[in-house]
């Protein structure tokens, strides 16, 4: 009788916390894919001959890391995250692993980026060249930063949320990349197959926001259920164009 008294007990303390707010719920993700519409305009590579150096670590032409498509247009280094719907006033942990950016062929690798608040920003020099890293946001205070060819790494953080900036080489002018800061971890960056996931959402509804450098924004609503996968599709376009 003992035994089964427990159970019963157990057995009501699973309904309570299946029902009680504020229990974490299983975890839910928003996935898509992002693409580009009509004929993709011709850009021209990279030009490095102002530096031989930085010239003679490519075999050919640099593509332009403007428009990076894959196969059926489907589009890298878009940023894209949850822009509202998170629960107000909740903290998340910063990662203890840093977010890595080399400069590696007289390029940023990667090109585009999220980090949060407080998480560590590595900045390598695989490149044994001269390289200036400059950052520009508007909230944060700008990092800038020469690296010569014997300095091979160096760090910094960001300690306030801020929108997408800019951040070039004051020494290669063609050098670009673009980082974001959020209070969340809940951001995910396109490689050339054009997908994204976020994971690890609570049951509710979000505005997911998806970011190209030079075709804006654009943004969506998205519900999801507990233990719930949304697939949340976008497409870009260049304004204007002939298809």
């Known amino acids: 009788m003992r035994g089964t008294?427990?159970?019963?007990?157990?057995a009501a303390a699973l309904v309570a916390v299946s029902i009680t707010p504020g229990v974490a719920f299983a975890a839910s993700s928003i996935t898509g894919t992002v693409t580009f519409d009509g004929k993709p305009p011709a850009l021209r590579p990279l030009a490095m001959d102002a530096d031989p150096n930085c010239a003679?670590?490519?075999?050919g032409p640099v593509p332009n890391e403007m428009l990076v498509l894959g196969s059926g247009n489907t589009m890298g280094n878009i940023l894209v995250w949850v822009s509202k719907g998170l629960p107000a006033g909740?903290?998340?942990?910063?990662?203890?692993?840093?977010?890595v950016i080399d400069q590696n062929g007289c390029q940023y690798k990667p090109h585009v980026m999220g980090i949060m608040v407080g998480q560590q920003y590595k900045i390598l020099n695989s490149d044994?060249?001269?390289?200036?890293?400059?950052?520009?946001?508007?909230i944060n205070a700008s990092f800038n930063q020469g690296m010569?060819?014997?300095?091979k790494e160096a760090t910094t953080t960001f300690p306030k949320p801020e929108d997408v900036f800019h951040i070039k080489c004051d020494v290669h002018p063609w050098m670009s990349a673009y980082l974001a800061v959020f209070t969340h971890p809940f951001f995910s960056v396109t490689n050339t197959d054009g997908k994204f996931t976020i994971s690890g959402l609570e049951p509710g509804t979000y505005e997911i926001t998806a970011w190209h450098e030079k075709l804006g924004t654009q943004t969506a609503s998205v519900t999801v259920g507990a233990s719930d996968t949304k697939t949340q599709?976008?497409?870009f376009a260049v304004p204007g164009a002939t298809k």
Request: charged fraction near 20%; hydrophobic fraction near 25%.
């Open 5 to 10: 008294g427990n159970r019963g007990r157990l």
């Open 56 to 59: 003679k670590k490519h075999s």
């Open 90 to 99: 909740k903290t998340y942990p910063v990662p203890k692993t840093p977010v």
């Open 128 to 138: 044994g060249v001269l390289h200036n890293i400059h950052t520009l946001p508007k």
């Open 148 to 151: 010569p060819a014997t300095v």
């Open 233 to 235: 599709n976008f497409k």
